[in-house]
């Protein structure tokens, strides 16, 4: 592949990934309540915070739309280009994308979430099924543990360089693994960058959790 047409088609891959994910699922579901979700709680649109203020629907609904704004871009680029390693890069770049315009989504003023459900659509869409498996249960044994969501997000960010690790260290040539690893590594940085609140909060111990134990809820009735 020239190196014209692969920049060409990386910075289209790049653009065409941001504008579907600035497709804000969670803020949609929120003006169906006639509310901002970033108003409310965290003032994340993502996931977890549809979940803490509308309930349970609401917050599946954000998370589809999320999981699929990312799903699809990346399955027509399977479509349209189907060799490895350039499907698995450019796949990288789309996802990336995507990620950037539901972290900040320019109709918005930039303020969207903080992209854990589309990386993880970028996981579904390009890892490893191993990966995929494994880094599913992690995750839920992290967050059941923990009751931190955040936890078991920042676990989340480095599914993506691992799999590439992984997989991709065949593809040395031309400095294509590099390239996979440093776009790959972008996604970790963008998540703890998105998370940089939580964990000051999780230093702190104030961090919130998921649900709450029936020790903790009757600690709290009996300090009101």
Known sequence: MQ???????ALLCLVA????????????????????????????AGTTNVLRN????????????DIFKAIFPILLIRFLIPTEPFFYLFGLYCGLGVVLGHNYPFYLGFKGGKGIAVTSAVILSTAHPVIILIG????????????????????????????????????????????????????TVLAYFQHRQNIVRLIHGNENKLFRTKKEKEAEEHEN
């Open 3 to 9: 190196i014209t047409n692969f920049w060409l088609l």
């Open 17 to 44: 990934g941001y504008f579907c994910g600035c497709i804000s699922t969670g803020y949609f579901v929120g003006r169906f309540y006639h509310t901002d979700i970033r108003t409310l709680g965290s003032g994340n």
């Open 54 to 65: 509308f309930g349970r629907l609401p917050a599946l609904i954000t998370f589809l739309g």
């Open 136 to 187: 599913l249960v992690i995750f839920l044994v992290v967050v059941v543990i923990t009751r931190y969501v955040s936890v078991g997000s920042l676990i989340v960010a480095w599914y993506v360089p691992v799999n590439t690790v992984l997989y991709y260290q065949k593809f040395k040539e031309n400095n294509l693994f590099l390239h996979m690893l440093v776009i790959s590594l972008l996604f």
